[in-house]
């Protein structure tokens, strides 16, 4: 078992990438149900630009999403600059960077599995409900999400898992620096270059591996768990 002792680094990547996953499900999961209803229960002009725009990520290179980021929020970059200049704000290469960089990536996968979700609900009882005197808030929240349940929570593990596993964007728009952003697939492409660092990449993708299934089959458990009570 010597080959699974972790150092102080390693576990600070590890600690990191569960920060940065769990901070970026809970930024995502409330804007990804307000854009997901919307594209399932909403006709208006230009919807299907929204939804490819919202899409966008999923097929782009990460490496390019990063790019645009830091063309974006960047010291030069308009939104960055005038961070800087304004609030002395500086968001790229820094841990903030690596949590924008993860949500933009995964929040494609959230707003997916809502959007299906909400589909599925039937809209039926939507209007059942508001005939008999409940208001839209109180049908979206008793109705609407207790239905779409499965799938939120199923978007929202797909999401933690994404970030996870997140590379491309985030060493592009936040770097690899040790304790700050350096997550554990960037810890593992560190290690990686490393001469003897093959153990260190070994140990660390292992935990990788592990942690992404045990995320998967509790997606599945959660989704089966609520469709036998539904």
Same mark, same amino acid.
């Given at each position: 078992m010597e080959a699974f002792n972790f150092t102080? @680094? @390693?576990?600070? &990547?590890i600690a990191l990438s569960l920060k940065v996953a769990a901070i970026c499900s809970l930024i995502s999961l409330p804007i990804a149900i307000g854009v997901g209803w919307l594209l399932a229960r909403k006709k208006f002009p230009g919807k299907w630009? !929204?939804?490819?725009f919202v899409q966008l990520p999923l097929v782009l290179p990460p490496v390019t999403t990063g790019y645009l980021l830091l063309i974006t929020f960047g010291n030069r970059g308009f939104v960055g600059k005038f961070l800087s200049d304004h609030f002395q704000i500086q968001i790229? /290469? *820094?841990?903030?960077? &690596?949590?924008l960089a993860s *949500? $933009? $990536?995964?929040?494609?996968? !959230? %707003?997916?599995?809502?959007? $299906?979700a909400v589909e599925m609900v039937d809209r039926e009882l939507e209007l059942a409900a508001r005939t008999l005197g409940a208001g839209p808030w109180k %049908?979206? /929240?008793?109705? *609407?999400?207790?239905? +779409?349940?499965?799938?939120?929570?199923?978007?929202?593990?797909?999401?933690?898992?994404?970030?996870?596993?997140?590379?491309? &964007?985030?060493?592009?728009f936040a770097g690899n620096i040790v304790g700050q952003t350096q997550t554990l697939p960037l810890a593992i492409y560190a290690a990686m270059e490393v001469p003897g660092g093959e153990m260190i990449a070994f140990r660390l993708a292992a935990?990788? $591996? +592990?942690?992404?299934f045990? +995320?998967? %089959?509790?997606? @599945?458990?959660?989704?089966?768990?609520?469709?036998?009570k539904t």
């Open positions: 102080y @680094e @390693e576990f600070q &990547a630009f !929204v939804d490819g790229s /290469f *820094t841990f903030w960077a &690596a949590i *949500t $933009v $990536v995964s929040f494609p996968l !959230v %707003v997916r599995a809502i959007k $299906v %049908v979206f /929240f008793t109705i *609407t999400i207790p239905l +779409a349940m499965p799938g939120i929570l199923s978007g929202l593990i797909l999401c933690f898992a994404r970030c996870l596993g997140e590379f491309g &964007a985030t060493i592009t935990f990788s $591996v +592990a942690l992404s045990m +995320a998967m %089959v509790g997606s @599945e458990f959660i989704n089966r768990k609520l469709i036998m």
